[in-house]
């Protein structure tokens, strides 16, 4: 079973920071520790990431992060990454409709970063 859940930084459990990291690892060649790292320090609270979930393995990740930039808040569309074994099954368009349907109901000016 497909699910697309989306959790605010300050509300993701150890275990979903875990599977973040390892997803992101595919990605960025990284160790784990690294990763963690990384994303304890570089993501505010309010960030929201989104995970696309079957059973209970993250196979499509995206971050929304929320900065500041002269006296307005702009979203910044970072990381899309789709496990290597479940790609070409729609998922990067999943967490792309996600992400705009986000963008637009928070009204917020969104760049993509890379």
Partial sequence: MLSLIKVKTKNLSI?????????????WKFNFKSQKKFLL????????HQMVLIK??????????????LNET????????????YRK???????????????LNKKKHC???S
């Avoid at 209970?56 to 930039?69: E, S, T």
């Fill in 41 to 48: 320090k570089n993501y505010n609270s309010e960030d929201i």
């Fill in 74 to 85: 702009i979203m910044i569309f970072d990381s899309l990454i789709v496990h290597k074994n």
């Fill in 111 to 113: 760049y993509l970063y």
């Fill in 15 to 27: 275990k979903q920071i875990n599977k973040i990291c390892k997803i992101k690892m595919q990605k």
């Fill in 89 to 103: 099954m729609g998922i990067s368009s999943i967490i792309l409709f996600s992400s705009i349907n986000e963008i």
């Fill in 56 to 69: 209970d393995k993250v196979v499509g990740y995206n971050c929304l992060k929320f900065i500041n930039n």
